[in-house]
């Protein structure tokens, strides 16, 4: 087990100020890093606590003496040394968990993805629904065009036809009427025989 003590423990311990140890311990070529080793604790005793009060350079005026310690007092060798441990979270600890506790907001949880796909089966099926409509309007339309080409040629053989019928009924017409003048005619000369003539009404 390590005997190292902090440099702050060490002086707070001593009332030493700790500026003064650390350029000290520093200056003697101890490592102050991983703490005070007994060798550095024992080198700082020695010189700042051991030695006359003359000798000591940039301590506190006000730093306890040996010579004012009462007897039976504790010294450095009797405190115990600090055990250090390496903190953990402990077991079953949860950050969301406080992080919900102390902030209450979550994200909307939506699967995005999820909706660029839905979204993808959507145009597709709306595209195809398009297509479908565009193939029956091409459809229709080609049968509308189909149709009026068709009635636009009944319509001229219709009208070329009737045009002949007309003719052909305003030269029967014309007959008809030329045979029926004759036959009035002759149905005139007809009656005509059974009128007595003047040679006979005068007898």
Not at 27 to 47: K, R
Not at 85 to 105: C, K, N, Q, S, T
Not at 150 to 166: G, N, S
Request: net charge negative.
């Amino acid at each position: 087990m390590s005997n190292n003590i902090s440099l702050s423990a060490f002086c707070n311990a001593h009332d030493l100020p700790k500026s003064s140890v650390h350029k000290f311990l520093k200056a003697e070529n101890f490592d102050t890093s991983q703490g005070l080793t007994p060798e550095a604790q024992s080198a700082a005793i020695a010189y700042f606590l051991d030695a006359p009060a003359s000798t000591q350079e940039g301590t506190d005026s006000t730093a306890i003496r040996p010579e004012v310690l009462p007897d039976g007092f504790w010294q450095s060798t009797a405190l115990a040394p600090v055990e250090s441990r390496e903190l953990a979270l402990p077991e079953g600890f949860d950050a969301a968990a406080m992080i919900r506790h102390f902030d209450g907001v979550m994200g909307q949880a939506t699967d995005t993805q999820s909706l660029v796909a839905i979204a993808k089966l959507a145009i597709t099926a709306a595209d195809t629904a398009m297509d479908q409509k565009l193939s029956a309007q091409r459809q229709a339309l080609n049968q509308a065009e189909q149709h009026q080409a068709q009635l636009a040629a009944m319509v001229a053989e219709a009208k070329q036809d009737m045009k002949v019928k007309a003719l052909e009924a305003r030269i029967l017409a014309e007959r008809q009427t030329s045979q029926t003048r004759q036959a009035e005619q002759v149905f005139a000369e007809l009656m005509a025989l059974g009128k007595p003539t003047i040679q006979e009404e005068q007898q």
